[in-house]
């Protein structure tokens, strides 16, 4: 049967690059985005291209009825799924703690955590092979700031992300058993629109340049760490955080 994975936010940035890489490998992808059907259409037009099959599916993660609607049409669409990556998130602009509104930390846990976790929820209701499914694999895009804590700029966001790799290792044990694996790839400075959205749009590439490796990573070298966590060729692994953020 061919593989069939749901990547959240998929409709651009590291989503988007992981939809191709897993076209590219034949896989059927269900492209889920939030408001740009314009790029979710074009990722969704360019996994076909690459050789798989795909559909884009609006769906807000911050809204169960909306995740569930949107497993629900992934499943209809291309048949049960083998994998999720559970990608989708925000940030905002850089700020010190006592400087962020409550309507910002809401938004910021409301993403980032709670849609993660419904997302990850309607996984664990339908791959473990004890609830019909066929097992599988979760991938959750986490953050290297969840271990560097972002001070004068993101403590939100990275408290956010250090919930993510906390999930991650509750979910991979609680899970184990029944033939899901969990894993997260926290990247480093990806150059992507998201830092754009956080009113810095040089950023990655102005901090990738004080990195180890001297510069940002591409949306296309987390979505290869990913697709591989995706695959059967990594089949004991779970648990795992793997930092993908040029030795930062
Ligand atoms: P991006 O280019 O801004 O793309 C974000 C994607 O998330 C978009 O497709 C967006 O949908 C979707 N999204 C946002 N809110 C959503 C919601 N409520 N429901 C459904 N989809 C939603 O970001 P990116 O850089 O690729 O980031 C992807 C993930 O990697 C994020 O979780 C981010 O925190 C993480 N990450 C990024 C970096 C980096 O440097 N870029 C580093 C570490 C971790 P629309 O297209 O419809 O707006």
Redesign the pocket.
């Known amino acids: 049967m061919t593989p069939h994975v749901l990547v959240?936010?998929?409709?651009?940035?590291?989503?988007r690059a992981t939809a191709i890489a897993c076209g590219a490998r034949g896989w059927s992808v269900t492209v889920?985005?939030?408001?740009?059907s314009v790029?979710?259409d074009a990722t969704a037009a360019a996994v076909v291209a690459a050789g798989g099959n795909a559909t884009a599916i609006r769906?807000?993660?911050?809204r169960e009825a909306d995740v569930v609607r949107l497993f629900d049409e992934a499943v209809a669409a291309h048949g049960a799924l083998s994998g999720a990556v559970i990608?989708?998130?925000?940030v905002a602009p850089a700020l010190p703690l006592a400087e962020m509104s409550a309507e910002r930390l809401r938004r910021m846990f409301d993403?980032n955590v709670y849609?993660a976790y419904l997302c990850a929820r309607e996984c664990a209701r339908r791959l473990p092979r004890n609830r019909g499914g066929s097992g599988g694999a979760i991938v959750l895009?986490s953050?290297?700031a969840a271990r560097l804590g972002s001070p004068g700029e993101y403590v939100d966001y990275a408290g956010s992300k250090a919930a993510l790799d906390t999930l991650t290792l509750g979910l991979a044990k609680e899970l184990a058993a029944e033939g899901v694996r969990v894993n997260a790839v926290r990247?480093?400075?990806?150059d992507?629109?998201?830092h754009a959205?956080g009113g810095q749009p040089d950023r990655?590439r102005r901090l990738g340049a004080l990195t180890p490796m001297g510069r940002p990573g591409r949306?296309e070298e987390v979505a290869e760490a990913i697709v591989w966590l995706l695959d059967a060729r990594s089949s004991y692994t779970t648990g795992a955080l793997l930092d993908v953020a040029g030795g930062r």
């Open positions: 959240t936010g998929g409709g651009r940035g590291i989503g889920n985005y939030a408001r740009d790029s979710a769906a807000d993660v911050t990608n989708a998130g925000v993403t849609g895009v953050s290297a990247p480093g400075l990806i992507t629109d998201i959205s990655a949306a």
